[in-house]
């Protein structure tokens, strides 16, 4: 499976953007994920099946959809904070459960990357 992630960039706070993820096949589950520097990869949104799953800092500011005719994934998120920052990962998978769904190792396919830069 191949993810081509784009709609990244430079905003400034309280902006919003829509990051897009093209998959080269339809998969059970997808999320996306960002990294900061010096941090650890943390989940932020994803389905699997027909739930949706938010982290909690986007609840209320984010939201994920998907055109299935396309294979893309789509997260718009709203009222960007600088604490925003990071490179935002698309990751798919046939294989995650519910109970892991939040976990990076579940995930065996994953795009190249976004970089979302909120400014303050």
């Known amino acids: 499976v191949q993810l081509v992630e784009s709609g990244g960039g430079l905003v400034q706070a309280g902006g919003s953007l829509r990051l897009s993820c093209a998959a080269s096949?339809?998969?059970?589950?997808m999320a996306w994920f960002r990294q900061a520097p010096g941090k650890e990869r943390e989940f932020v949104v994803g389905?699997?099946?027909?739930?949706?799953y938010y982290a909690d800092f986007l609840k209320g500011r984010g939201t994920i959809s998907r055109d299935n005719a396309k294979n893309t994934v789509y997260l718009q998120m709203n009222n960007l904070k600088p604490e925003d920052t990071a490179v935002y990962y698309c990751a798919a998978s046939n294989s995650v459960i519910t109970s892991t769904v939040r976990l990076s190792r579940s995930y065996a396919h994953w795009g190249q990357g976004t970089q979302v830069t909120v400014s303050s």
């Open positions: 096949e339809r998969t059970n589950a």
């Open positions: 389905f699997k099946g027909g739930s949706t």
